[in-house]
């Protein structure tokens, strides 16, 4: 017991919210304090987020696609999503197969399949779903979903086999996904549904997967990672993340998570980042392998080693100066590109540029911790294009499992489809997670105040030493150019409030109560407001826009997508955009609705934002520029 206590006052102490995604209780959780940060025993954590606790969205865009989502995961059947268990178990099973790759029957269940994938349930979503409910439930308090998701978890639990077998079926094409995400569900059931019950079924499921799964097939070798991504075992790196094994060592104390989580670690990849050798993850799947940086951050954590801090950093500098779309998508065709042009040549050669759901959530995982460890605002920017341009554009997974699934940037006009072959794939599973994720991104805290990430409607409670703060924050951002915060403490508090000043952005200012002040606002960093705040301050950040070009890449500089502020603008026709590419405001001018835009002397071809284009809607992302 002592061990295990321990381990979770360093857990406590020194993680909060990071990468365990806060494995205490957040009433037990207290801030640390400057001196209590030195001399914590693990990593420096600068910045803490409200681990769905605290923070509530109000009405906007991201509400109301949450809602949606929300809606839609709770009124699938629970005997449907229990079907394929307890027929595996031998139990009464009623209600419908889902199909698709929740089929569980050879083939897939609609009769197409990838020949490596053989046949079965190819990327069972059950454990992402549930994880996904449990975590809505705690940042809503929503306790139909709690409920919903604690019922799941324990009917599932009576098809577990004495063995410890627990897969959807006996035809589980990535066992090891199938482990490690049912494993997260069980460590949130215990932590956000605030049940004792799932630890010892995690031993049981554990003490089957130490004893099956393959580690023949991991590579030893900087040069067999891509062999062996291209094969299509890449599930592998998903058992260590911040989610996986290491977070339920630090929630049990029991060490054979820690040494199962040991023989999954990516060193091999995560080293290719360690700043010796220009990276080179040439082909190697591209939403998997930026999630698996999450496991170099748990490694991190365990360990502080500011080696893993340093792989971190460079891996996403590599991103974003070699692999990222204007939207803050990458990965054409599932692969991380050679920088030599081939992101720029992927517009005229594919249509699967992004892995939407799935590749945002990776995403928002590698920009959370850099900003909780570094303390950097810079890392909000790409989080900020995600939101409004990835996962905030996507289309709602729909009855019969059709879910979006790739973003299509093509030269020559795109469409949002739903992916028909691909029926409750793996972006069914990481969409909810992702859009429950902006409960986590808006706001972070440290001992002396408040940031501001994302300028969304919403409101904060936060506990500064005891003092109950409320924050709400008004904005119709990004189709206006300001967000308006009105504080209300409990008593008079001295903090800092300090926003996100975009690496795009020129000129921003900050008013309190209707009063300029002179506050510095350097792009990428954090603009500070500190003062003795009283009950109905407001303050207003202005935060000017503008249209940019963003090419493509070095090789193709007239390869370019129009963005005003962090959203991307795609055109309903033409693929050639006639305008000066060093200044498009002079022919490009606001016209209707917010946000839309029309280029002078061309009567079609209306400017909108790409999260407002709807389903089967043509239009241009990328335009090549006339020489």
């Known amino acids: 017991m002592n061990n295990r206590s321990n381990r979770r006052d360093f857990v406590k102490r020194v993680l909060g919210s990071a990468v365990t995604a806060s494995l205490m209780r957040p009433a037990e959780a207290a801030p640390l304090t400057p001196s209590e940060q030195e001399q914590s025993p693990g990593p420096k954590v600068f910045l803490k987020s409200f681990d769905y606790s605290g923070v509530r969205l109000r009405d906007g865009m991201l509400k109301r696609q949450y809602q949606a989502a929300r809606d839609f995961y709770y009124n699938l059947s629970d005997d449907s999503l229990l079907k394929g268990f307890r027929e595996r178990a031998g139990l009464p099973a009623p209600g419908e197969h889902l199909g698709g790759w929740y089929s569980g029957v050879p083939g897939g269940g609609w009769g197409w399949v990838k020949p490596w994938w053989g046949a079965g349930d190819i990327w069972n979503a059950f454990g992402q779903w549930v994880s996904a409910m449990f975590r809505m439930a705690k940042a809503t308090d929503d306790t139909a979903m709690k409920e919903k998701a604690i019922h799941l978890m324990r009917e599932w639990a009576k098809t577990i086999e004495p063995d410890g077998y627990f897969a959807f079926s006996r035809h589980p094409i990535t066992p090891h996904h199938a482990y490690g995400s049912i494993l997260c569900a069980l460590i949130d059931m215990y932590e956000y549904g605030g049940q004792k019950e799932p630890i010892p079924i995690a031993e049981r499921i554990t003490a089957w997967a130490v004893k099956n799964l393959d580690r023949t097939k991991m590579p030893r070798t900087a040069a067999e990672i891509s062999e062996i991504t291209r094969e299509g075992f890449f599930e592998f790196y998903r ?134 460890y570094t303390g950097e605002a810079r890392y909000g920017d790409w989080i900020e294009r995600l939101v409004y341009n990835a996962i905030g554009a996507a289309l709602l997974v729909q009855p019969y499992g059709w879910n979006y699934y790739y973003s299509d940037y093509r030269m020559g006009g795109g469409r949002k489809v739903f992916h028909r072959e691909w029926r409750w794939a793996c972006c069914s599973g990481t969409y909810p997670q992702a859009v429950n994720e902006y409960h986590n991104l808006i706001y972070f805290y440290d001992a002396k105040g408040l940031y501001v990430n994302l ?153 909108l934002p790409y999260y407002r284009v709807g389903y089967g809607t043509p239009y241009n992302m990328y335009f090549d520029l006339e020489a």
Not at 277 to 302: I, N, S, T
Not at 473 to 486: D, K, M
Request: hydrophobic share 35%; net charge negative; proline share 8%.
């Open 239 to 372: 058992l260590n993340p911040e989610d996986g094994l290491y977070r339920a060592y630090l929630l049990t104390g029991d060490p054979q998570y820690k040494s199962f989580g040991d023989v999954w670690r990516y060193d091999v990849y995560w080293n290719l980042f360690d700043g010796t050798a220009e990276p080179r993850p040439y082909h190697v799947h591209a939403y998997g392998h930026v999630g698996a940086l999450a496991g170099a951050a748990a490694v991190y954590v365990l360990t502080a080693d500011p080696r893993y801090l340093r792989i971190l950093i460079n891996a996403y500098d590599y991103l974003e100066r070699t692999q990222l779309y204007a939207t803050g998508g990458y990965g054409p065709d599932e692969r991380l590109l050679p920088p030599d042009g081939s992101l720029g040549k992927s517009l005229e050669t594919s249509y699967e540029h992004f892995e939407t759901p799935c590749g945002t959530n990776a995403g928002f995982g590698l920009a959370r911790n850099l900003m909780q």
């Open 455 to 607: 300028f969304v409607p919403s409101e904060v409670n936060w506990d500064l030493n005891g003092n109950q703060i409320q924050v709400v924050q008004e904005t119709r951002y990004p189709e206006e150019e300001s967000t308006t915060l009105t504080v209300r403490p409990q008593q008079t508090a001295n903090f800092s409030l300090r926003f996100r000043v975009p690496g795009w952005s020129q000129g921003a200012s900050v008013e309190v109560n209707g009063k300029r002040l002179e506050v510095a606002c350097q792009p990428g960093t954090w603009a500070t407001v500190e003062r003795v705040w009283s009950s109905g301050d407001r303050v207003t950040l202005r935060i000017p826009m503008r249209l940019a070009f963003r090419p493509i890449d070095k090789q193709h500089p007239k390869r370019v997508a129009l963005s005003y502020g962090p959203v991307v603008l795609v055109r309903e026709e033409n693929s050639l955009l006639d305008v000066p590419q060093d200044d498009p405001s002079g022919l490009i001018t606001p016209e209707g609705s917010p946000l839309e835009f029309r280029v002078a002397k061309q009567r079609k071809g209306k400017l």
